[in-house]
């Protein structure tokens, strides 16, 4: 089985709705980032991308081609774990032998999405609860205390304030919108007058953006110079209640850890899709993972959350801490969509 390896990473900065990305489609959005990618490689074998409420038809084809590619492309939209759903996608690629260079990523733009109200996640005789329900839902069920969910709130934007990664990510001299005008001391004014403990200010806001990685098999990288960071070694998908999605990430994780042998200690850092806080504190408190270890550059409640581009986000900052910290050897990137589904990858630095 051919081993699957990231050579590069880029992503955009996440605007707000309406905000710095408002006149760019989705599949605007990503065109320099395929243009970035693809300059450095010899061949594309298939462009394959997470989107959820982009213009419909073929995006990642569609993308691939005013980037000046000519690849087959593959869209995948199973809501917030879309981008890492691809990331699947060509892993099996890869490791069958049906491809040796992809591009893999996720594109969103919530400012020009054609579609008024969202989707609908399950069916009526189920029940089709809204994110934030299935959030009140959890912090409800474990009796999460409010000062917990504060707590990780205001942690994820000290650190993604005080992180290099973002700006190293991004693949021009944007910055991430939320980021540029985040301010400490509003945030806790807000913090202390909100009455729920799910609230806007413990929530991920709506964004726009995209990220891509090229992934490859480990004989195409050394055949055509090619440096590996990360190796995507595995991977493990559960599903749950829709009404129980913010459990997703939990489910998938253990599974995955499980599946592999390994325990939460034997893990350097765990990059977490944050659309809730609610979900970051059931999560460090079901796994045991400490707080150095759990999203250590922040997460999408302080920059944002573009849907399917942000579990392909959370894999490029763990890239690029792996070229900056040498001392790191093993991360798992998770995230839930919508309708109860978890995604969790296990990435190892490449040796």
Do not use: W
């Not at 996608?89 to 893999?104: E, P, T």
């Not at 809730?276 to 993972?289: C, H, S």
């Amino acid at each position: 089985m051919n081993r699957v390896v990231i050579v590069e990473v880029s992503r955009t900065a996440i605007g707000k709705q309406g905000g710095i990305h408002r006149n760019l489609d989705e599949r605007i959005l990503i065109t320099p980032l395929l243009q970035k990618h693809v300059a450095k490689l010899a061949q594309v074998d298939e462009v394959i991308l997470g989107n959820i409420v982009g213009h419909g038809g073929n995006v990642a084809r569609f993308s691939a081609l005013n980037a000046g590619l000519d690849c087959p492309g593959l869209t995948i939209d199973s809501q917030c774990i879309a981008g890492l759903t691809a990331l699947k996608v060509g892993m099996s690629y890869i490791q069958s032998g049906l491809a040796d260079s992809l591009l893999i990523g996720g594109t969103e733009s919530l400012s020009t999405s054609p579609y008024p109200t969202r989707a609908q996640f399950s069916p009526e005789e189920i029940g089709d609860p809204d994110m934030i329900e299935t959030a009140m839902l959890q912090q409800k069920r474990s009796a999460m205390k409010p000062d917990l969910i504060t707590a990780k709130t205001r942690m994820s934007y000290e650190r993604a304030l005080a992180s290099p990664v973002h700006k190293k990510t991004i693949y021009n001299n944007e910055t991430d919108e939320f980021l540029e005008r985040a301010d400490l001391k509003v945030l806790e004014r807000v913090l202390a007058k909100q009455t729920n403990s799910v609230n806007p200010a413990t929530s991920s806001r709506f964004s726009d953006g995209a990220a891509l990685l090229t992934v490859v098999s480990e004989n195409f990288a050394l055949e055509h110079d090619l440096q590996p960071v990360l190796e995507v070694v595995a991977t493990a998908t559960t599903t749950v209640s829709p009404y129980d999605v913010p459990v997703a990430a939990i489910t998938a994780t253990q599974r995955l850890l499980e599946e592999n042998n390994l325990q939460a200690k034997d893990i350097d850092r765990f990059d977490i899709v944050e659309a809730y806080a609610t979900k970051i504190v059931a999560f460090q408190e079901a796994l045991g993972v400490s707080d150095s270890q759990l999203n250590p550059d922040g997460g999408a409640l302080a920059y944002g959350h573009p849907y399917a581009a942000s579990g392909i986000i959370s894999v490029a900052h763990t890239f690029n801490t792996f070229i900056a910290e040498k001392n790191i050897e093993q991360a798992v990137v998770a995230a839930a969509g919508a309708g109860g589904i978890g995604q969790a990858f296990l990435l190892k630095r490449y040796h």
